[in-house]
């Protein structure tokens, strides 16, 4: 393990108390600070040794490898795609696919280690609120941990591959009368009173191990630093992981630029993207949030002040996108690339497509979009904007005739 010790994000302050989720202090947010001393003298090649996936990483990670939970997550193809960016007028685009990850989300990348550091602790409960994948991927994780798991879930607004995972893997569901923001308080006040183990976002293990997408693109990239990385924001960690693992890159010398952190959400469901366009860097919470995008449903991101820190360190750039374009960025993706996403993904695609016609990205960037979940999960939404299946007869001249039209 890597000596690290968790901080506060805002005053500075030293945190001893594992199962506080915000600076006993100041109340701010809390992060993770890691001695890279000795990675300082080491260089990419000597990590890929190991196989590409989060434990890969494990220099620059707070858990020690001997104790991990894991069912090897990450190691998610980077797809270039020619057709989309020729589309879109980019000169190079490609697509890292997190819906391959093991329960289907990049979820599993902050899950293997937030679970293996409650187990380190001997945590006896662990528990999220969700808009879908973190329980599915907490539900998993805490079943190979053998630990006993509640998820706390916006009623009637999570997929429905979602929930079959939470079911499936023996969480306790509960389904909450409110939305994602409601839920979350609940399942906090739960950490509060330390009847279960936060395993949401706030706690800063779970970003840790969020960093190594970051970490596999590069790798996949052979450290060819891309111009700008898009990714979709609802509880807003994400983004924050994937600028933190660039700060430690920078820090121990293995790159000397970052690519501009450009985060996208759903119009009506768009705090962080407000507050941007106001140049503001703390947000106003939306009180009924709406998006097709269940995933990023979220009037109220955890996350949402180091969101806006790490876009405006990185001159990238924040903004919105229709669920109508969502829906058809997500469908692009399936008819030029095979690439199936959820609709929350398909947001960073959109939100490329929108920035290259409004000119905000330029024609020459190397670009990559984190598509953060499978199309699988949402299966309901693709039958909803797909074709329905065409009534045949059981005979070749029927099927023939079909195949003749448009
Ligand atoms: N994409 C997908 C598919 C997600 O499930 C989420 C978040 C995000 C993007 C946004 O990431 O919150 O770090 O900004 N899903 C959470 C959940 C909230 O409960 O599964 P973020």
């Known amino acids: 393990m890597a000596a690290h010790k968790v901080i506060c994000w805002e005053c500075g302050a030293e945190v001893d108390d594992m199962f506080v989720n915000l600076c006993p202090r100041c109340g701010g947010l809390l992060t993770v600070k890691m001695d890279l001393t000795k990675v300082q003298e080491m260089k990419p090649q000597d990590l ?54 093991p329960t289907g989300s990049f979820k599993d990348r902050g899950m293997t280690m937030g679970v293996s550091h409650a187990k380190e602790l001997g945590a006896k409960v662990v528990g999220c609120a969700s808009t879908g994948n973190t329980s599915a991927s907490l539900a998993a994780y805490a079943s190979k941990a053998g630990i006993k798991c509640a998820v706390f879930l916006p009623s009637g607004k999570v997929a429905m591959g979602k929930l079959a995972q939470a079911l499936f893997f023996g969480a306790k569901v509960l389904s909450i009368d409110g939305n994602f923001d409601d839920a979350l308080a609940l399942a906090r006040k739960m950490a509060d009173e330390r009847k279960l183990y936060l395993l949401n976002s706030i706690n800063p293990y ?115 996108v229709t669920d109508a374009e969502i829906i058809a960025a997500q469908s692009m993706l399936g008819k030029k690339e095979g690439v199936c996403v959820e609709p929350a993904s398909a947001a960073s695609v959109a939100g490329l497509k929108k920035l290259r016609d409004e000119g905000v990205i330029d024609r020459d960037e190397r670009v990559v979009c984190i598509c953060t979940g499978n199309g699988l999960k949402d299966p309901d939404t693709i039958i909803n904007n797909s074709p329905a299946p065409i009534p045949c007869a059981n005979s070749v001249a029927a099927v023939e005739d079909i195949l003749a039209r448009d």
């Open 48 to 101: 890929r040794k190991e196989p590409l996936g989060v434990w890969r990483y494990a220099p620059f990670m707070p858990v020690d490898p001997a104790h991990k939970v894991s069912i090897l997550e990450g190691g998610t193809p980077l797809y270039p795609v020619k057709a989309l960016s020729e589309t879109i007028g980019v000169k190079e685009a490609y697509v890292k696919f997190e819906g391959l990850n």
């Open 206 to 320: 779970r970003p840790e191990g969020q960093k190594s997408v970051l970490f596999e693109i590069m790798d996949q990239l052979d450290y060819n630093i891309p111009d700008r990385i898009i990714l979709p924001v609802g509880n807003a960690a994400n983004i924050w992981a994937v600028y933190k693992a660039l700060q430690e890159l920078k820090e121990v010398g293995w790159i000397d630029k970052v690519p501009m952190l450009t985060g996208i959400q759903a119009e009506g469901s768009a705090p962080i993207a407000k507050a941007f366009a106001a140049k503001r860097h703390d947000f106003d919470a939306e009180l009924n949030p709406e998006t097709i995008a269940t995933a990023i449903r979220i009037g109220n991101p955890v996350s949402g002040k180091k969101a806006l820190h790490a876009i405006y360190d990185t001159r990238g750039f924040a903004t919105t």
